[in-house]
Nanobody, 123 residues
């Protein structure tokens, strides 16, 4: 059973930056695609970004393009989400997701989900 553990959330001022990390515990396959979704209070879950196992294929949601960067370090079995130029509308719980298929993952159908980490953007 794969468990995903997120870290790096917190409170940041508008225009600031945060970096989220996600590492699976237990036995994992580095070929798994990984990604991030978020959910704000009272809103539907929103796709943020995904990255293939090799790191060669990356997708971003429209609302974060140009501000967020996803990356992975397969030696450390960790995926990162660098978030810059944060806005109040980025406030949400961010969930790490993993799946063998980047396409399933991008549709929110990933097999494995983390517990989420809170990101709050406020002055």
């Amino acid at each position: 059973q794969v468990q995903l553990v997120e870290s790096g959330g917190g409170l940041v001022q508008p225009g600031g930056s945060l970096r989220l990390s996600c590492a699976p515990s237990g036995r994992t396959d580095s070929t798994y695609a990984m990604g991030w979704f978020r959910q704000a209070p009272g809103k539907e879950r929103e796709f943020v970004s995904t990255i293939s196992g090799s790191g060669g294929t990356i997708y971003y949601g429209e609302s974060v393009k140009g501000r967020f960067t996803i990356s992975r370090d397969n030696a450390k079995n960790t995926v990162y989400l660098q978030m810059n130029s944060l806005k109040s509308e980025d406030t949400a719980v961010y969930y790490c997701v993993a799946d063998q298929s980047i396409y399933r993952l991008g549709r929110g159908l990933g097999d494995y989900w983390g517990q989420g980490t809170q990101v709050t953007v406020s002055s």
